[in-house]
């Protein structure tokens, strides 16, 4: 005598990456052509059964497959364009060496954009769409103008800004400008929310879309990304200058 079961599959399940707090870490609200994602995955039937990962971006009926065993992304665009949607490099995991052999179409440039990941195993069962950003968020991508970028990292109310674009107004490099204020939204216990949560790759790979970096500060610039990414930043060519006041007790091996 025997018995006959059913078997029933169960498909895969993602989760964005979380911070020490169980937050998800979000994309900015506000990047120029760099993001990156990282996300966990999981199924029932063995992780070993997830055959392909799918990502979009702004339209889920046309993904890019990469492989099953990747778990973090960077896409980025480099500029000049010559059109306001892009097609991105896909850089599997955090070492931005060699892109992915097939392009992220859809970029929309000084527009919002939505990224749609999902997995699907050998039978077939396909993961709900990971979304980010979520309902409610925003992620604005702004295209690069020019080939100097200001790091904002001034956190005093005074005319800083002001004083900063005079200059480079009179010296008429207005037009080649960009500015990232990683100052904004910083509280006592948070970088600022312009930041990327993944400062390596993607803050160095923002960096990197642009030739010059002039980064300003009082007496507390945000020292730890800065050692991070300015060694990458000036490897690859970068030219960067630092107007700031350092704390009295800072190491600067790191820069």
Do not use: H
Not at 70 to 90: E, G, H, L, M, Q
Not at 106 to 113: I, P
């Amino acid at each position: 005598a025997s018995i006959q079961l059913p078997l029933k599959n169960s498909p895969p399940v993602l989760k964005f990456l979380t911070d020490k707090n169980g937050i998800t870490i979000s994309v900015p609200e506000t990047t120029f052509t760099v993001a990156s994602f990282g996300w966990t995955a999981d199924d029932i039937d063995g992780i070993e059964s997830i055959k392909s990962i799918y990502v979009s971006l702004n339209d889920s009926t046309n993904p890019v497959e990469i492989p099953s065993t990747t778990r973090f992304i960077t896409i980025k665009a480099v500029p000049p364009f010559t059109s306001d949607v892009v097609n991105c490099d896909i850089y599997l995991g955090t070492s931005i060496n060699t892109s992915y052999s097939v392009k992220l179409p859809n970029l929309r440039l000084n527009a919002e954009n939505k990224i749609y990941i999902s997995a699907k195993d050998i039978a077939g069962a396909t993961s709900e769409f990971l979304k980010m950003p979520t309902s409610g968020a925003n992620w604005y991508v702004k295209k690069p103008t020019g080939e100097i970028l200001i790091i904002d990292d001034y956190g005093t109310l005074d005319n800083a800004a002001d004083f900063y674009t005079a200059i480079f107004d009179s010296l008429n490099l207005l037009s080649k400008i960009d500015v990232l204020d990683i100052k904004f939204g910083r509280t006592t216990t948070s970088y600022g929310t312009l930041l990327p949560k993944f400062i390596s790759p993607m803050f160095t790979e923002t960096l990197k879309l642009f030739k010059y970096v002039f980064w300003y500060s009082e007496n507390d610039p945000t020292l730890e990304p800065a050692q991070i990414c300015i060694p990458s930043y000036v490897q690859s060519g970068g030219k960067v200058l630092f107007s700031m006041v350092f704390p009295q007790i800072f190491d600067a091996r790191g820069l």
